[in-house]
T-cell receptor, first 112, second 109 residues
Framework: DVKVTQSSRYLVKRTGEKVFLECVQD?????MFWYRQDPGLGLRLIYF???????EKGDIPEGYSVSREKKERFSLILESASTNQTSMYLC???????????FGQGTRLTVV | LAKTTQPISMDSYEGQEVNITCSHN???????ITWYQQFPSQGPRFIIQ???TKVTNEVASLFIPADRKSSTLSLPRVSLSDTAVYYC??????????FGKGTMLLVSP
């Protein structure tokens, strides 16, 4: 059974903390994505990566960075967490040349 | 990326066929049409993808007219468990996945 796994289901962090959200996929997919989802706003793309050590900004990259040192792992980093980054974060992966994405279960992050 | 427009919400009853239409007037030659389903507190799940005419799988059918400026996701005989948000995406297979706000389908007994 193919799988995208996010390290935490729920996370509570304090304002100003550095936060790491981890995502691992076991399908040898080239592409990986990070989205955030907020009520009424749908899914918004933060960053994506199409290869190891490669990254591209999505629609809302401000306040975030990413790391992809290995093909199966894509990390989202909140350099200094703020309350407006409280959200559901979703990781996804696709094989090259397809639009069939597999999503993780999501991480609900609360910044207090 | 082609912009998509779909209804914000739809209501249906168990056992009915549901058709959700998505408009994508500026679809490009290389764009594919993909639909996803999302349940509360879960990530979206791929349902179906097509380029033109009709595609059918065990979950749904996708109808695409010749001009490809719209598409219709058809769910046969819905049940309560089909209550979810449905997203229409349009883009090249090598592009990123851009989700809109989707259509909230509510199925009632």
């Amino acid at each position: 059974d193919v799988k995208v796994t996010q390290s935490s289901r729920y996370l509570v962090k304090r304002t100003g903390e550095k936060v790491f959200l981890e995502c691992v996929q076991d399908m040898d997919h080239e592409n990986m994505f990070w989205y955030r989802q907020d009520p009424g706003l749908g899914l918004r793309l933060i960053y994506f990566s199409y290869d190891v050590k490669m990254k591209e900004k999505g629609d809302i990259p401000e306040g975030y960075s990413v790391s992809r040192e290995k093909k199966e792992r894509f990390s989202l980093i909140l350099e200094s967490a703020s309350t407006n980054q409280t959200s559901m974060y979703l990781c996804a992966s696709t094989a090259q040349g397809t639009t069939e994405a597999f999503f993780g279960q999501g991480t609900r992050l609360t910044v207090v | 990326l082609a912009k998509t427009t779909q209804p914000i919400s739809m209501d249906s009853y168990e056992g009915q066929e549901v058709n959700i239409t998505c408009s994508h007037n500026n679809i490009a030659t290389n764009d594919y049409i993909t639909w996803y389903q999302q349940f509360p507190s879960q990530g979206p799940r791929f349902i179906i993808q097509g380029y033109k005419t009709k595609v059918t799988n065990e979950v749904a059918s996708l109808f695409i007219p010749a001009d490809r400026k719209s598409s219709t996701l058809s769910l046969p005989r819905v049940s309560l468990s089909d209550t979810a948000v449905y997203y229409c995406l349009v883009g090249e297979r090598y592009s990123t996945l851009t989700f809109g706000k989707g259509t909230m389908l509510l199925v009632s007994p």
